[in-house]
Nanobody
Framework: QVQLVESGGGLVQPGGSLRLSCAAS????????MGWYRQAPGKQRELVAR???????RYADSVKGRFTISRDNAKNTVYLQMNDLKPEDTAVYYC?????????????WGQGTQVTVSS
């Protein structure tokens, strides 16, 4: 079994910054794609950003130029640097990882961390 533990959420004023972290632990052989998703009240979960094991990235149009995803493969950790935050970025942010284990690939989610952008 693999666990994803997120940290770094909180309350920030518009224009501010936050950095989210997500560390994977457990019986991990390797990790393919990792990503961040978010879900605002009354809305569906949506992709924010993803990064491959080789470092290729893709972003939602709404966060391009403001958010940066990165990962440390040695630590099995993915980060999301969020700058110039807007009220519409308010949501629960979830980490996702496609993990190679002994029995094959499995998809895991973190428990979520709340990000609130408000003055």
């Amino acid at each position: 079994q693999v666990q994803l533990v997120e940290s770094g959420g909180g309350l920030v004023q518009p224009g501010g910054s936050l950095r989210l972290s997500c560390a994977a632990s457990g019986r991990i052989f390797s990790i393919d794609g990792m990503g961040w998703y978010r879900q605002a009240p009354g809305k569906q979960r949506e992709l924010v950003a993803r990064i491959t094991s080789g470092g290729s990235t893709r972003y939602a149009d709404s966060v391009k130029g403001r958010f940066t995803i990165s990962r440390d493969n040695a630590k099995n950790t993915v980060y999301l640097q969020m700058n110039d935050l807007k009220p519409e970025d308010t949501a629960v942010y979830y980490c996702n990882a496609l993990v190679r284990e002994v029995d094959g690939k499995n998809d895991y989610w973190g428990q979520g961390t709340q990000v609130t952008v408000s003055s």
